[in-house]
T-cell receptor, first 115, second 110 residues
């Protein structure tokens, strides 16, 4: 049973560029959440996708956008990259956005470096 | 003030010691409490999950939640060098957005 997978593993971009990160949820899961983890900090919630719609959003600017596909996989897009966007980007999957009891399982993350 | 406070450490203990990790929080609406373990440059791995107040035990790990004090703990018995990692507390209300502490970096010395 495959867990949560993310690609790419590492990415180096320059300021002003755009980046797309990808996530495939754990088998049987239909909800994907994205988190940003700066060095030495806990993950910060970016947004959550369920039924191909953004259901919740954290305190992140509109430069951060996402998409969920019919097969439940998801993309995170960041435009106009800033140095402060350098972080580990984590994808977490769960089942059913409305089911309070379900927990989230994390992927290995994509490490983004902005130069 | 952050919603979830966690001492970042670092914490260093000898092998075999009992480790106590803690978090405090301010949002009384939190109902679900989790501990994740994160090895260097890896994603967080779910260790313990607790709903509301009480204790939960799983092998060498015990999670405690005291909602009246807004305080949660993770105890590790008979600690092993392989337990060396960053431990993140996380919590949420009914919605699935997780709010994390900063993480405590733990080293178990052989």
């Amino acid at each position: 049973d495959a867990g949560v997978t993310q690609s790419p593993t590492h990415l180096i971009k320059t300021r002003g560029q755009q980046v797309t990160l990808r996530c495939s949820p754990k088998s049987g899961h239909d909800t994907v959440s994205w988190y940003q983890q700066a060095l030495g900090q806990g993950p910060q919630f970016i947004f959550q996708y369920y039924e191909e719609e953004e259901r919740q959003r954290g305190n992140f600017p509109d430069r951060f956008s996402g998409h969920q596909f019919p097969n439940y996989s998801s993309e995170l897009n960041v435009n106009a990259l800033l140095l402060g966007d350098s972080a580990l980007y984590l994808c977490a999957s769960s089942f059913g956005a409305s089911r309070s009891a379900d927990t989230q399982y994390f992927g290995p993350g994509t490490r983004l470096t902005v130069l | 003030q952050k919603e979830v406070e966690q001492d970042p450490g670092p914490l260093s203990v000898p092998e075999g010691a009992i480790v106590s990790l803690n978090c405090t929080y301010s949002n009384s609406a939190f109902q679900y409490f989790m501990w994740y373990r994160q090895y260097s440059r890896k994603g967080p791995e779910l260790l313990m999950y607790t709903y509301s107040s009480g204790n939960k035990e799983d092998g060498r790990f015990t999670a405690q939640v005291d909602k009246s004090s807004k305080y949660i703990s993770l105890f590790i018995r008979d600690s092993q060098p392989s337990d060396s990692a960053t431990y993140l507390c996380a919590m949420r209300t009914g919605a699935q957005k997780l709010v994390f502490g900063q993480g405590t970096r733990l080293t178990i010395n052989p």
